[in-house]
């Protein structure tokens, strides 16, 4: 989703970054719900724009939002279209499978995990959401991501049969006709390839070995919808067939460039690496148990040590919920901010409690931002709020922050937070706004319009 650049709401996030220290260079980051941890590491993606930033979260189930809500931000911060910031913000999820019993992490995993590693190799990556599960997988070399990828485009010359082998390489299956994701086909001068997380395959067309045109087509109709001048094939798997031997981790894919560690609640990131180092020693005791040939390897050869990614981490930049102190206001020291961050209430539909809410919060000097899921809900929005007497803006139409307004932006966000700018001084000589609270659609439509969409 993509929607026009808002000076407005990007001011008004600057300020607040600005006013709670998030613009700073920090070590430490307490007071944080995970969408104000998403607007910080956005905020250091921006004010780093040369670095990769690795976020650790502590399970797998985190990653898909905290993408998404640092993707939404960074849009924000940079006024950028959405749909180029989420090519350059993406999920890292583990494996998901006991790597004794033979089997192969879902495709969807799998693809996942490889457009990670060919973005690291190529570096066009600006953030990686990881978790701690996926910490521990052994990896192959950069080198040999890059040889089963490729970018394509009209006029290049390439043999279509070292093409496929490319394609084998990166965990492509021949198939005729192609329909699915992970499958491919050549028909002569007609290429077909369906690459994991693209909604319809690709077709390539060659006049002898040179690319004449590429297209996507949809494989019910074997009709083209869209022409394309260019495109890249990246693996959808990380290990090529047949390969055993695993030197590289995830640091490693790191350190040809800029990098910075973040780690999302340091003390459960720890407990779940613990945790899947016991559950990969009983899988290997149960492996040796029931093998009548060679044993099997040892789980050192496969996982990286807990001791190898506590020496990693050990400088990593770290992000918490719970506040060091009570008020949870402010920098304690050198290097850390300590906000003070609350997820809004959920109304599941019950407008009249939510309009109660913003009145409230706008009595109170707070900022108020809604993020609607599309343009027309967006707009109906703004509707809404009027019946109500509540004035609001679109933030796409808005050129300055409007203090006495709802600020409503097109997006994607998990959940609404309350964050505190300022503490209350007496008789300011001039008022400050208390804080910013910012709603997500999910946080106040009721649960079938979230699921269906509808307005």
Excluded at 375 to 386: F, W, Y
Aim: proline share 7%.
């Amino acid at each position: 989703m993509s929607s026009a650049p808002s000076l407005a709401l990007r001011s008004l996030l600057t300020g607040v970054l600005r006013e709670t220290g998030l613009l700073s260079p920090l070590q430490r980051i307490s007071g944080a719900t995970s969408p104000v941890r998403a607007m910080a590491v956005a905020a250091a993606s921006k004010r780093l724009p040369d670095t990769t930033l690795l976020v650790v979260v502590p399970t797998d189930a985190e990653i898909d939002a905290l993408c998404g809500d640092i993707s939404f931000f960074l849009s924000v911060l940079e006024g950028s279209a959405a749909t180029v910031v989420e090519r350059q913000v993406l999920p890292f999820p583990s494996t998901q499978v006991d790597p004794y019993r033979g089997f192969q992490p879902h495709l969807r995993v799998a693809s996942a995990r490889a457009r990670v590693l060919h973005a690291l190799a190529t570096n066009t990556a600006r953030v990686v959401v990881a978790s701690a599960a996926a910490l521990l997988t052994k990896l192959p070399e950069p080198a040999s991501i890059l040889l089963s990828s490729c970018e394509i485009k009209p006029g290049i010359d390439i043999d279509p049969h070292e093409l496929a082998n490319r394609l084998v390489l990166g965990g492509y299956e021949p198939a005729d006709p192609v329909d699915a994701h992970g499958e491919f086909t050549r028909r002569g001068g007609i290429f077909d390839v369906f690459p994991a997380g693209e909604e319809l395959p690709i077709r390539i067309e060659f006049i002898g070995d040179t690319v004449e045109s590429i297209r996507r087509f949809d494989p019910g109709t074997q009709r083209s919808v869209e022409t394309l001048d260019r495109f890249g094939i990246v693996p959808v798997r990380e290990l090529s067939p047949g390969q055993t031997r695993l030197p590289s981790n995830l640091f490693h894919f790191l350190r040809t460039r800029d990098a910075q560690v973040w780690i999302s609640e340091p003390t459960d990131v720890e407990k779940h690496i613990k945790g899947a180092w016991e559950q990969i020693a009983t899988a290997y005791a149960d492996a040796v148990e029931r093998t009548k040939g060679p044993e099997p390897p040892q789980p050192t050869d496969l996982l990286v040590t807990e001791d190898e990614i506590a020496a990693e981490i050990a400088t990593a930049v770290v992000v918490e919920e719970l506040s060091l102190t009570e008020s949870g206001t402010g920098n304690r020291e050198l290097g850390s901010a300590e906000l003070s961050a609350q997820p809004t209430a959920t109304f599941h539909g019950r407008i009249p409690d939510w309009v109660n809410d913003v009145k409230s919060a706008q009595a109170n000097g707070d900022h108020v931002v809604f993020v609607a899921g599309s343009r027309g809900r967006a707009e109906r929005t703004v509707e809404l709020l009027k019946d109500y007497d509540v004035r609001a803006v679109m933030a796409s139409d808005s050129g300055d922050v409007i203090r006495d307004a709802v600020i409503v932006a097109e997006g994607w966000l998990s959940k609404g937070f309350r964050l505190r700018i300022s503490i209350e001084q007496p008789q300011p000589p001039i008022p400050k706004p208390q804080a910013l609270l910012l709603y997500a659609e999910s946080d106040v439509f009721d649960e079938e319009r979230r699921k269906t969409g509808a307005g």
